[in-house]
Structure formats: C-alpha cells, structure tokens
C-alpha cells in the first residue's frame, strides 16, 4: 500500500523540520521524522484504525502521532495525507 501527501501536508512536514532542526538539531528531527514516516505507511496498510472525523469533513480520518495528528483520507491504493498539524492547533481552522 501507498501514501500521497497533499500540498499542505507537505507544507506541514516542512515546518516540523525546520521547527524541529532549529529546536533539537538535525539528528533527533531526522529520528522523528523516520519514525512519523513509518506511521503514515503503517496508515497506508491500515487505514481504518484512525478516529472517524466526519464532523471535520465527511471520510476523513485522524491518527495522532507523538505531538502531532496526521488526518488523512483512505483511498484504493492506501491513504493520502491531507494535513499533519500540532496536537494545539485547532483542525477546524486548519482544514
């Protein structure tokens, strides 16, 4: 199974590595973000183990993943990654 990332997930993913660089240096973002890319494939090969989050938007699912939360979509070759966003921030605002 396979996952895509949407524009503003990309977008996201730039800010925990440039936020996690400055933060905690180039090996300890480097670790996070091997681990949160094993996340989203295990996402990708189990889809429907997310949070149901229709109120948000109808077929979206959401998975947290240490400090963040990773909503996606299913979709027939796996997932696509709409958004990874802070567990603080407000997904309503951010959808």
């Known amino acids: 199974m396979q996952y895509t990332l949407t524009r503003k997930a990309e977008s996201d993913l730039e800010g925990i590595i440039d936020f996690g660089v400055s933060r905690w240096?180039?090996?300890?973002?480097?670790?996070?973000?091997?681990?949160?890319?094993?996340?989203?494939?295990?996402?990708?090969?189990?889809?429907?183990?997310?949070?149901?989050?229709?109120?948000?938007?109808?077929?979206?699912?959401?998975?947290?993943?240490?400090?963040h939360i990773l909503y996606y979509i299913q979709a027939s070759n796996g997932v696509t990654i709409i958004r990874i966003l802070h567990g603080s921030m407000d997904a309503m605002k951010h959808m």
């Open 25 to 67: 240096g180039v090996s300890q973002t480097l670790k996070y973000l091997d681990q949160l890319q094993k996340c989203i494939q295990m996402l990708a090969e189990n889809s429907s183990i997310g949070i149901k989050r229709d109120t948000l938007s109808a077929g979206l699912f959401s998975f947290p993943y240490e400090s």
